[in-house]
């Protein structure tokens, strides 16, 4: 049996092969070994249902998480999977990869993220190349949840939201100074907590105000991580998380205008993600 897991730092989407049924799908918190430690990814896994009948009978497990980019996040996260699949084969590689694999398949291409993060990588068909972004929410980030978040909560603290949208927004969010400190200074996923605020944008997306918000975050991201290849016209350019699928109008917009050639756009990668997969994995048997 053959596990995928697909983690964003708010959300992670597990699919899982069973022998005579359609596959078993389900969604637990994020992962991102950047935010939790691997007790906490050990005590989120535990405390999933359905993967408990399974876990001695799972032989490989491939997952590909936010926040896994250097060998000592990837072995943090392997090591908290090692005690709960103790029968399985464990692979743990960046959620470029994963996105890579289920935008490109095998062919070249730019792979890009906007979820909760940012990121961007060219992938060659074979392995995602290295990438200078990805560099969280702090650093950058630019046009993802995180991003959008702090843009919306600022915007209100300082009173400079329209009074028709700041009422709109009070309504629909508790929002206080004391409030936004605790969650971002104190408390853990401070990123998944910002990105929390990023459906308003889609909520009240006929707004004016709005849409420039939405227009500059994604000429922000464009301008910073896109244009900064210069073979970017050459290849299609894949993205991938829910900012990217829910505002992806204004997205098309403003890709078209700079000629950046868009292929697909998946809210989670992770069904073509353990369609590939699946797929790979019996081609390996054919051919052994």
């Not at 005579?20 to 939790?36: A, I, Q």
């Not at 890009?112 to 702090?138: H, K, R, W």
């Not at 046009?143 to 300082?158: E, H, N």
Request: glycine share 8%.
């Amino acid at each position: 049996m053959i596990l995928v897991v697909d983690s964003g730092s708010s959300k992670s989407d597990w699919k899982l092969e069973l022998p005579d049924s359609p596959p078993l799908s389900f969604s637990t918190n994020g992962l991102n070994p950047f935010f939790v430690n691997d007790k906490e990814i050990t005590r989120v896994i535990k405390e999933i249902p359905e993967i408990i009948p399974y876990a001695n009978e799972i032989t490989e497990l491939y997952f590909y998480g936010a926040g896994c980019i250097s060998p000592d996040r990837r072995e943090m996260v392997s090591n908290a999977l090692t005690p709960l699949f103790e029968n399985a084969f464990i692979s743990v590689e960046n959620d470029l990869v994963g996105s890579a694999l289920a935008t490109c398949g095998k062919n070249k291409g730019y792979i890009a993220t906007l979820g909760t993060g940012s990121d961007i990588s060219f992938f060659d068909g074979e392995e995602v190349q290295p990438s200078n972004y990805g560099n969280g929410y702090v650093l950058g980030d630019e046009g993802s949840g995180a991003w959008f978040g702090k843009k919306l909560i600022t915007l209100f603290l300082y009173g400079r939201l329209p009074k028709d949208l700041a009422e709109n927004f009070a309504e629909h969010y508790r929002v206080t100074k004391e409030i936004v400190i605790k969650n971002v200074y104190q408390k853990e996923r401070p990123n998944a907590y910002l990105a929390s605020f990023a459906p308003f944008l889609s909520a009240n997306i006929t707004h004016p105000f709005i849409d420039e918000i939405v227009r500059s975050g994604f000429e922000e991201y464009v301008q910073t991580c896109v244009l900064t290849y210069q073979d970017y016209q050459d290849y299609e350019c894949h993205f991938v998380g829910s900012i990217a699928y829910y505002l992806d109008l204004i997205l098309r917009d403003v890709c078209n205008g700079h000629h950046i050639k868009i292929g697909k756009i998946l809210k989670s990668p992770i069904n073509e993600l353990f369609d590939f997969v699946i797929e790979r994995e019996k081609s390996s048997l054919i051919n052994f």
